[in-house]
């Protein structure tokens, strides 16, 4: 299975590689075309700058073999698919990556192999008034859009999980719409200023001979050399398909068939867990975790053909026995049938109305904020209740306003206390974000407890607890009726820092887990290591006695990412 990984990195790897490096020449290449709208000077100059790279042995190799590299992993790629189901993105780039050959073959020919074999001058303009007025300029002008729309579409899938790709996005949408526009804008207006300078016999005649207009037999062999790589390249895509097409019905041939005793029976290739299957299929089941096996949803009773399966694993093994799970039962998204069976699906969807994607849970590693006021109790004895509440929104009106301004959202309030999550872009910023609002709720809290004063009312107190570690985020409860909210250990863990507050006389503690994910070296601070009720190992935390007292390692940390 490593081998199977290390593999699958490397053609990854391969593909984007190879990629950027078409992208790349594609870019300045349409950059170089929209120049003809500018001046046909520039434009020349720029296409003999690139030439520099492209047509020196180096640069020839670079560029062709990332051509060669780019095309044959997509038709390796296509013919080692399991399926051709694919998100709608997937199969426009697909689309448009299978028709860029059919297009670039004859452009290729009549520009670097006829500048190799004929000693062509292919200039830009040479290129344009040979195209101009014709299909095949329709169909180069096709290619153009083709090319940039397939890398444009790569481009985003690959970097579009990190921040500031999201953040440059209408920017980078706008860059790509102005691109092919700028490249086509130039084409049609060195097209026009070519087909008009033809239009003089002696200009024409001292042009062709500057570009060594191929004759009538050459560009006869120029054609047939066009049609001879059109050709190869169909009988590639074919043989493409062909293993594709192959490869399904030899597995169709080794196929497992599974009933579903309440529901299909489908017949599904061996080597796939039994939610893959099921997914495979459309077959409706259950599974909060993704089938990563972090929870034990997707669990099924095996009616039949229970003996012919491998046994659990040690992991899937303590999860049913985690939920006291009936003889037979196996988790689905762990076990590989390799015979027919007939299973039970424990949990089954829904299916009185469909739920939002949050009610199936998302796990995440973030930051959570446990909060709570000191002496809730003793403070409110013997107040009538509209005070309380009035007390309480005023603290919360304090407060919450720089949680929400760090990045943070309140999961819920509880009474006099309340539980924060940061939802980020990852646990770096995440933890960073939290930290934020500790000290400036803090800076908060002491605005408001100068106003009590001046109203002779005793200041309020708080303690808080900040963990970062895996969270389940889901909608629980009855469909229809079921607010977000939080569930995981990290939530236990935050509230036993918080109760820890009390015991230590201090504000804030912070674990160990959100200052290293923040990016602070915890070498040179004062850590205490608590043991904490409901918590199985002891946790290292930073104890601060004002949520101010963070601020030197936001400044230190935080200010400069």
């Known amino acids: 299975m490593a081998s199977t990984l290390w593999r699958g990195n490397w053609i990854t790897r391969a593909r984007i590689a190879s990629g950027l490096v078409l992208f790349v020449f594609a870019f300045f290449h349409f950059i170089n075309i929209g120049l003809g709208l500018v001046s046909p000077v520039w434009m020349d100059e720029v296409q003999d700058a690139r030439q520099l790279f492209t047509r020196n042995p180096l640069g020839g190799a670079i560029l062709h073999g990332a051509l060669l590299t780019h095309a044959a992993l997509a038709l390796v790629g296509l013919a080692g698919r399991r399926t051709l189901r694919m998100p709608a993105w997937q199969a426009l780039q697909y689309g448009f990556g299978l028709l860029i050959p059919v297009f670039l073959i004859a452009h290729v020919v009549h520009t670097r192999i006829a500048h190799e074999l004929f000693a062509l001058n292919d200039e830009m303009s040479y290129i344009s008034?040979?195209?101009?007025?014709?299909?095949?300029?329709?169909?180069?002008?096709?290619?153009?859009?083709?090319?940039?729309?397939?890398?444009?579409?790569?481009?985003?899938?690959?970097?579009?999980?990190?921040?500031?790709?999201?953040?440059?996005?209408?920017?980078?949408?706008?860059?790509?719409t102005l691109i092919p526009a700028f490249a086509l804008s130039g084409f049609v207006t060195e097209g026009r200023r070519m087909r008009a300078l033809f239009a003089d016999p002696a200009q024409r005649a001292e042009a062709m001979a500057a570009f060594n207009w191929p004759d009538a037999a050459t560009f006869e062999v120029l054609i047939d050399l066009s049609r001879l790589g059109f050709w190869i390249y169909l009988g590639l895509l074919a043989l493409a398909a062909m293993v594709h097409f192959g490869r399904r019905i030899l597995r169709r041939r080794r196929t497992v068939r599974i009933?579903?005793?309440?529901?299909?029976?489908?017949?599904?290739?061996?080597?796939?867990?039994?939610?893959?299957?099921?997914?495979?299929?459309?077959?409706?089941?259950?599974?909060?975790?993704?089938?990563?096996?972090?929870?034990?949803?997707?669990?099924?009773?095996?009616?039949?053909?229970?003996?012919?399966l491998h046994p659990p694993a040690p992991a899937e093994l303590n999860s049913l026995r985690a939920v006291k799970a009936g003889p037979n039962t196996r988790l689905a998204c762990q076990i590989r049938p390799t015979h027919p069976a007939t299973v039970f699906r424990v949990f089954l969807p829904d299916g009185r109305r469909g739920r939002a994607h949050a009610s199936q849970g998302q796990e995440r590693r973030l930051a959570i904020l446990f909060l709570d006021m000191r002496g809730f109790t003793a403070r409110t004895t013997g107040q009538l209740p509209y005070d309380v509440v009035f007390l309480l929104n005023r603290f919360f009106d304090a407060i919450v306003p720089p949680i929400i301004a760090a990045g943070g959202s309140v999961d819920k309030y509880l009474g006099d206390g309340l539980l924060a999550v940061f939802e980020t872009a990852d646990e770096a910023s995440s933890a960073r974000a939290a930290l934020r609002?500790?000290?400036?709720?803090?800076?908060?809290?002491?605005?408001?407890?100068?106003?009590?004063?001046?109203?002779?009312?005793?200041?309020?107190?708080?303690?808080?607890?900040?963990?970062?570690?895996?969270?389940?985020?889901?909608?629980?409860?009855?469909?229809?009726?079921?607010?977000?909210?939080?569930?995981?250990?990290t939530v236990n863990t935050a509230s036993r820092l918080e109760g820890k507050t009390k015991e230590l006389g201090v504000e804030v503690l912070v674990s160990h887990s959100v200052l290293t994910s923040a990016g602070i070296e915890t070498d040179d601070l004062d850590l205490v290591t608590l043991e904490l009720r409901g918590v199985a190992t002891s946790l290292a935390a930073l104890a601060a006695i004002s949520g101010q007292d963070l601020a030197p390692l936001l400044s230190d940390r935080v200010g400069a990412v």
């Open 129 to 176: 008034v040979l195209l101009w007025n014709t299909p095949d300029g329709w169909m180069q002008s096709l290619l153009l859009l083709l090319v940039w729309g397939h890398g444009c579409i790569g481009m985003h899938v690959w970097l579009r999980l990190k921040p500031w790709w999201r953040q440059a996005l209408p920017y980078l949408i706008a860059v790509a």
């Open 259 to 308: 009933r579903y005793a309440d529901g299909p029976e489908i017949a599904s290739p061996r080597g796939l867990t039994l939610l893959e299957m099921s997914r495979l299929h459309g077959v409706p089941h259950t599974s909060l975790c993704g089938g990563r096996g972090r929870c034990t949803t997707c669990r099924v009773v095996i009616e039949a053909g229970a003996d012919l």
């Open 437 to 489: 609002a500790a000290v400036d709720l803090s800076a908060a809290l002491a605005t408001f407890n100068q106003r009590l004063e001046k109203e002779g009312i005793a200041p309020v107190r708080i303690g808080a607890g900040l963990h970062l570690g895996e969270l389940v985020l889901g909608e629980i409860g009855a469909a229809g009726h079921a607010p977000r909210t939080l569930i995981g250990d």
